[in-house]
């Protein structure tokens, strides 16, 4: 039973640089999500795709954040030009899609990003 | 948007004894998900539970749709049990959860 991955689980980097997120999902999921968690706050939506489209994009996702998922399969985050305030928890979910109304949502164990 | 309350926003419990942690929403939901994350920052899940009542071994849940709320039963707890406890929602056409801020367990022996 394969769940959501992500990869790097750590990555630190100073300010200024861009750094790349992956995110490979459960294989039968067609929905995927990015989410962002600070210290001591739940998780905040970034973006998600139902296959390779990207259909909704928050207002925390500032242009120096892009996101992809070519293929319809894993998706990646990237970041430029980081800055500290970047500095969070970056979760990766899927999701089904169904005809039913279940759209339980799956988390992988997300990515540390420390900007110094 | 929705909003997402949860409470307590701090619990400390011994070894063995039970609690019931809320989450208000503010409007009609599509889906309720409940999380438990661990130390590493992993969450787990618990329940989905848009309506109506569900058990799995020490835990239950219970969502009233109608009355906007939530509870999530921990009986007999165990320290494992530590960690905090998300609720999260999704409402209205788009299919993004909201995350309330959480309830932060502590389990002492």
């Known amino acids: 039973d394969t769940g959501v991955s992500q990869d790097p689980r750590h990555k630190i980097t100073k300010r200024g640089q861009n750094v790349t997120f992956r995110c490979d999902p459960i294989s039968e999921h067609n929905r995927l999500y990015w989410y962002r968690q600070t210290l001591g706050q739940g998780p905040e939506f970034l973006t998600y795709f139902q296959n390779e489209a990207q259909l909704e994009k928050s207002r925390l996702l500032s242009d120096r954040f892009s996101a992809e998922r070519p293929k319809g399969s894993f998706s990646t985050l990237e970041i430029q030009r980081t800055e500290q305030g970047d500095s969070a928890m970056y979760l990766c979910a899927s999701s089904p899609l169904s005809g039913g109304a279940n759209n339980e949502q799956f988390f992988g164990p997300g990515t540390r990003l420390t900007v110094l | 948007g929705i909003q997402v309350e949860q409470s307590p926003p701090d619990l400390i419990l011994q070894e063995g004894a039970n609690s019931t942690l809320r989450c208000n929403f503010s409007d009609s939901v599509n889906n309720l998900q409940w999380f438990h994350q661990n130390p590493w920052g992993q969450l787990i899940n618990l329940f989905y539970i848009p309506s109506g009542t569900k058990q799995n071994g020490r835990l239950s849940a219970t969502t009233v749709a109608t009355e906007r709320y939530s509870l999530l039963y921990i009986s007999s707890s165990q320290t494992t049990d530590s960690g905090v406890y998300f609720c999260?929602?999704?409402?209205?056409?788009?299919?993004?959860?909201?995350f309330g801020k959480g309830t932060l367990l502590t389990v002492n022996p």
């Open positions: 999260a929602v999704e409402s209205g056409s788009n299919y993004k959860l909201t």
